[in-house]
């Protein structure tokens, strides 16, 4: 199976090991290619919509289902991860689903049973996870950022075993690093694009706010997204005199 860019950063961030699960798995079509790539020995393919996990039987049914007869895929209906669950895999992947849905989904996981490792790829409010991330004192090992058709796209490959309080200590305490952390520059993935869609996102919002009329909040909210193009700006600078250097 050839898997779109994005599901293939994603498996590559993976890795390997013995037990992953994918949370809102729809098609199935990660965990088809962990388990046909002999990159993990058991997946689960959990969704909340039985029409979803439907797709992902039919996945396997089509193209393999000597793993269903092996007993090497489980299919769950369930809203989001099982703590049973949870505390068998060694990475659960949470893709294509909001970031505030993506952050209810982890925090219904007790701690001690959270996975050693997370990807999380929200389908926006990226800061969200960040700041989940450094509140827990968890680490993010490995980013990808790009763009997807419209998109722009982030994945976070978390570190939930390395606890660390002070390991983000200066993202924790300033919002621009919520949004756009240096990190981004020694990312996977392309860069240059990514920053590019996030200026014209972010100058279409700072547009709107140009109209306001006397209001603390809005000239808050409009000095903060000069600033965020600003670090925008900033690390497309730092990104081009790296590429010129090389
Ligand atoms: C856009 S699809 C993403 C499919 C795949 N993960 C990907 O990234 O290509 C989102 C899926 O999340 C599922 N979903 C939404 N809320 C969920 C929840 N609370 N628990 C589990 N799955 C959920 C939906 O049913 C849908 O199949």
Same mark, same amino acid.
């Given at each position: +199976?050839?898997?779109?860019?994005?599901?293939?950063?994603?498996?590559?961030?993976?890795?390997?090991?013995?037990?992953?699960?994918?949370? @809102? =798995?729809?098609?199935? /079509?990660?965990?088809?290619?962990?388990?046909?790539?002999?990159?993990?020995?058991?997946?689960?393919?959990?969704?909340?919509?039985?029409?979803?996990?439907?797709?992902?039987?039919? =996945?396997?049914?089509?193209?393999? !289902?000597? /793993?269903?007869?092996? @007993?090497?895929?489980?299919? &769950?209906?369930?809203? %989001?991860?099982?703590?049973?669950?949870?505390?068998?895999?060694?990475?659960?992947? /949470?893709?294509?689903? @909001? %970031? *505030?849905?993506?952050?209810?989904?982890?925090?219904?996981?007790?701690?001690?049973?959270?996975?050693?490792?997370?990807? !999380?790829?929200?389908?926006?409010?990226?800061?969200?996870?960040?700041?989940?991330?450094?509140?827990?004192?968890?680490?993010?090992?490995?980013? !990808?950022?790009?763009?997807? @058709?419209?998109?722009?796209?982030?994945?976070?490959?978390?570190? *939930?075993?390395?606890?660390?309080?002070?390991?983000?200590?200066? &993202?924790?305490?300033?919002?621009?690093?919520?949004?756009?952390?240096?990190?981004?520059?020694? !990312?996977?993935?392309?860069?240059?694009?990514?920053?590019?869609?996030?200026?014209?996102?972010?100058?279409?919002?700072?547009?709107?706010? &140009?109209?306001? *009329?006397?209001? =603390?909040?809005?000239?808050?909210?409009?000095? /903060?997204?000069?600033?965020?193009?600003?670090?925008?700006?900033? +690390?497309?600078? =730092?990104?081009?005199?790296?590429? &010129?250097?090389?």
């Amino acid at each position: +199976m050839k898997l779109s860019y994005r599901l293939e950063l994603l498996a590559q961030m993976c890795e390997k090991g013995k037990a992953m699960a994918d949370v @809102g =798995t729809d098609h199935g /079509f990660l965990p088809f290619y962990l388990l046909e790539n002999q990159l993990f020995s058991h997946v689960y393919c959990c969704d909340i919509s039985r029409q979803s996990l439907n797709k992902a039987v039919e =996945t396997f049914s089509n193209w393999g !289902a000597r /793993f269903v007869q092996e @007993g090497k895929v489980t299919f &769950e209906l369930a809203d %989001g991860l099982s703590d049973n669950i949870a505390r068998n895999v060694d990475v659960a992947v /949470f893709a294509g689903m @909001g %970031g *505030t849905l993506i952050i209810s989904l982890l925090n219904k996981i007790s701690d001690e049973n959270l996975p050693p490792f997370i990807l !999380a790829q929200p389908r926006n409010k990226p800061e969200l996870i960040r700041k989940w991330v450094y509140n827990k004192g968890f680490t993010i090992d490995n980013e !990808a950022y790009f763009i997807e @058709g419209p998109r722009p796209c982030e994945i976070f490959k978390i570190n *939930t075993k390395c606890n660390n309080p002070s390991a983000h200590v200066t &993202e924790k305490n300033n919002e621009i690093d919520l949004f756009f952390p240096y990190s981004i520059l020694t !990312a996977k993935g392309n860069l240059a694009q990514y920053l590019k869609r996030q200026k014209v996102r972010y100058t279409n919002v700072l547009k709107t706010l &140009e109209d306001r *009329t006397d209001n =603390t909040s809005a000239d808050e909210r409009y000095r /903060f997204f000069s600033e965020l193009i600003d670090r925008i700006n900033e +690390m497309e600078d =730092t990104l081009k005199r790296s590429m &010129e250097a090389r």
